[in-house]
């Protein structure tokens, strides 16, 4: 399918929930498309870690679902990923990798062997029961609601062709989205992540 | 049976009163016994992986849903780490508290280990990762210091474990 037809879709579906977007195309698109600088953190500076990343932010949030979007330069770069996700089985957690077989942000190399990798089939060998393959936007579309809203680990292949172009990186400087990120989780009912009381003396004081 | 392990107790129970729940780990010979200690301890969700990149993600993550979290590795795993934690932690001046083992000290017999008493440390100095050693049983509190100082600081802090310290030795 498009990769562009199919992040457009994807913003115009995950209004809700927390996303968490991997380095290169994942990141650098939905910010095109989207713009947007608070319910999204832009895993821009490491491959292969915004799935695990996205896995920290669902452990202590149950009420909010996390979507993970990693290209799968990145998800090769760490495929054991799937054995702690499984481990895991964190029930608000929605991995996609966004399967295009090359290194889209830089210069589309090609990455080894792409046609004869089943990324789906690596899910379903690690013991990952709930694992979906779209290679197109009328599939992906049937089955989103589905994946977002039942609860339940679930991972997913998608599968885009190359973007083609050049698109540009979100303008954000790290602690920007730290605190626009954090700041968002913390006013829409999560915990409080940056104003906790701190150990003293190898004891946490107690809340106010 | 599994033997008590003080030193092990000691550790659990300074992460336990700092308000860290949850320990990501890959195992090291020299801390079987705390891991293990951790895994049993209901007070932490420990998670088990296997490439210790990992730990330092899905811990750096914990960090927006308020849990405070332990990454705990070998010395040669820390070293696998330094592009996770300068893209992700320096980047993005996120905490973390990170547990890793002094191999290569003298005194560790493993020559396979000798490079991290040459280079650990060293490397450690370059990417300026603040560094507490724990020595002795004694210095164990100090992790609390290491981890608030992590906090204040916004960026992670390194608390190395010695051979003796973790055998109950010093």
Known sequence: ?208 | MEAENPVAASIVEAAAGCGISLVASLPDGWITPLITRFAKDSRFRHVAVNREESAIGLCSGAFFSGIGALALMGASGFLTCIYAITKINYTYQIPLLIGITLRGRPGDPAKFHQSNGLYLEPVMRAIDIPFVAIERGADIGRLATAYRHSRVMSRPVVIGFTREMLRGEA
């Not at chain 1, 910010?31 to 695990?52: D, H, K």
Request: hydrophobic share 45%; with cysteine.
């Open chain 1, 1 to 208: 399918m498009n990769f562009e037809h199919c992040f457009r879709f994807l913003a115009d579906r995950l209004r809700d929930e927390v996303i968490v977007t991997s380095a290169g195309n994942c990141s650098e698109l939905w910010w095109e498309i989207t713009g947007e600088t608070e319910r999204v953190f832009y895993l821009e500076a490491s491959m292969s870690l915004a799935s695990l990343f996205a896995a920290g932010i669902a452990l202590g949030s149950a009420q909010r679902t996390v979507v993970a979007l990693s290209g799968d330069g990145a998800f090769c770069m760490n495929p054991g990923m799937l054995m702690v996700e499984r481990q895991l089985a964190l029930p608000n957690l929605k991995h996609f990798v966004v399967a295009n077989g090359c290194y889209g942000s830089t210069n589309e190399l090609p990455m080894p062997f792409p046609e004869f990798v089943d990324y789906a089939a690596m899910a379903r060998a690690a013991g990952i029961e709930r694992v979906h393959e779209f290679a197109t936007l009328e599939g992906l579309a049937q089955a989103l609601d589905e994946i977002v809203t039942v609860p339940g680990y679930i991972f997913s292949v998608l599968h885009v062709e190359p973007l083609g172009r050049r698109a540009r990186s979100p303008p954000l400087d790290g602690p920007e989205l730290k605190f626009r990120f954090g700041r968002y989780l913390e006013r829409s009912g999560g915990p409080a992540i940056f104003d906790v009381p701190l150990p003293i003396g190898g004891k946490r004081p107690p809340l106010p």
